[in-house]
């Protein structure tokens, strides 16, 4: 019963260009959204967040769209950068508090 | 700040054996977290802490698994017997609240053989 779900295991990108990270959920209880950001032999840093009351919030080249009706957000990072590739993990919080994190997406940025 | 300080870093130990994980949360903070990251289930919850009280431990996959958070500083996730199917990275996270602020340690990389 995987309630926050990311598809794609694997991303590849050309350096310069968009990357864009999907995530599904199925709890529309969840209030907050969360975008994890996770390099080898590191713990997952907090990248950017959306409140389920807002459909975009934008942080310099990194951008989160939450469409509600559709239980989906996505992650967008426009340039992209080597310095980019790593694992993101989408989050939500439920009304516990909790964050109920998704399996990751592995983006590589190739030069 | 050191941040989250978890150890070991590694751990390899034998099926049977019995493994403590330990972790050092951020001083200040009141919520812990303790999280398993597998290839399939990507971050899972095992069980978190408020004020140093287990608030929720449903996530905690069998009654070989215990933890504990005997004063604000410290934390413990113990396997006892330990199995290959623990095998895992094991974060643990600490913030103010149950809020979205979690600051995670670098985890401990669990094999067991």
């Known amino acids: 019963d995987q309630q926050v779900k990311q598809n794609s295991p694997s991303l590849s990108v050309q350096e310069g260009r968009i990357s864009i990270l999907n995530c599904d959920y199925t709890?529309?209880?969840?209030?907050?959204f969360l975008w994890y950001k996770k390099y080898p032999a590191e713990g997952p840093t907090f990248l950017i967040s959306?409140?389920?009351?807002?459909d975009k919030n934008e942080d310099g080249r990194f951008t989160v769209f939450l469409n509600k009706s559709a239980k989906h957000l996505s992650l967008h990072i426009v340039p992209s950068q080597p310095g980019d590739s790593a694992v993101y993990f989408c989050?939500?919080?439920?009304?516990?508090?909790?964050?109920?994190f998704g399996q990751g997406t592995e983006l590589s940025v190739k030069p | 700040d050191a941040g989250v300080i978890q150890s070991p870093r590694h751990e390899v130990t034998e099926m049977g054996q019995e493994v403590t994980l330990r972790c050092k949360p951020i001083s200040g903070h009141n919520s812990l977290f303790w999280y398993r990251q597998t290839m399939m289930r990507g971050l899972e919850l095992l069980i978190y802490?408020?004020?140093?009280?287990?608030?929720?431990d449903s996530g905690m996959p069998e009654d070989r698994f215990s933890a504990k958070m005997p004063n604000a500083s410290f934390s413990t996730l113990k396997i006892q017997p330990s199995e290959p199917r623990d095998s895992a990275v094991y974060f643990c996270?600490?913030?103010?609240?149950?809020?979205?602020?979690?600051?995670f340690g670098s985890g401990t990389r669990l094999t067991v053989v």
């Open positions: 989050a939500a919080r439920n009304q516990g508090g909790k964050l109920i």
């Open positions: 802490f408020n004020n140093n009280v287990p608030i929720d």
């Open positions: 996270a600490s913030s103010i609240g149950q809020y979205y602020g979690y600051t």
């Open positions: 959306i409140s389920s009351i807002k």
């Open positions: 709890n529309s209880m969840f209030d907050y």
